[in-house]
């Protein structure tokens, strides 16, 4: 899996657009952008995944640049339950046996009253 | 929507104990996975299953057993509890390999004495 680049931390206040940015120069063609959270003492939580195309659900928007070669994955009304670390994870599209999700160190993303 | 449940959420033991955590599915998911989560060394994979009746290792499965005798139950057995298998636990599920979200249950907190 292609290694990925996060910021350490992130402030956002609450109501406004959260973009978190990442970066994978190194992505392959058959390698999907998948972003997850974990919230303080719960499981990882799946947001949302993309190859190519900008994607869009219940939870946040992500943007693939054309190059593919960095991601923002968008929360477009951050509350304080979006408290969280938020990991940006590129994994091969299809076959193989690499089942391991791998999480760096990702991005604490804090929102404030 | 129950997705992932894991039974129990914390437990404390002594060394060379046994006991069996189980994390149970809803979502008719054919792969499950065991992690354990460790502070400062993110998610590693223990064991996992890509359906009824079948089971691999992980990364770290040496100390662990699992069984996966029915679809939606993937049971994480420690023979013989040791003070470096102190962690938090977390079972997983996909619909599909490589290239599917997985969805996570809240935890078991383990402690080993």
């Known amino acids: 899996d292609a290694k990925t680049t996060q910021p350490t931390s992130m402030d956002c206040a609450e109501g406004r657009a959260a973009n978190l940015p990442c970066n994978h120069s190194t992505i392959s063609g058959n390698e999907y952008v998948y972003w997850y959270r974990q919230i303080h003492s719960q499981g990882p939580q799946y947001i949302i995944h993309?190859?190519?195309n900008n994607e869009t659900n219940e939870m946040a928007s992500l943007i693939i640049t054309e190059d593919r070669k960095s991601s923002t994955l968008i929360l477009p009304h951050a509350t304080l339950r979006d408290t969280a670390v938020y990991y940006c994870i590129v994994r091969v599209m299809s076959g193989g046996s690499n089942y391991k999700l791998t999480f760096g160190k990702g991005t604490l993303l804090t929102v404030n009253p | 929507n129950a997705g992932v449940t894991q039974t129990p959420k914390f437990r404390v033991l002594k060394t060379g104990q046994s006991m069996t955590l189980l994390c149970a599915q809803d979502?008719?998911?054919?792969?499950m996975y065991w992690y354990r989560q460790d502070p400062g060394m993110g998610l590693r994979l223990i064991h996992y299953s890509v359906g009824e009746g079948t089971t691999a290792k992980g990364e770290v499965p040496d100390g662990y057993n699992v069984s996966r005798l029915k679809k939606q139950n993937f049971l994480l057995g420690l023979e013989s509890a040791a003070p470096s298998q102190t962690s938090v636990y977390f079972c997983?599920?996909?619909?599909?390999?490589?290239?599917?979200?997985?969805?996570f249950g809240d935890g078991t907190r383990l402690s080993i004495l």
């Open positions: 979502m008719n998911h054919e792969y």
């Open positions: 997983a599920s996909s619909y599909g390999g490589s290239n599917q979200p997985q969805h």
């Open positions: 993309g190859l190519k």
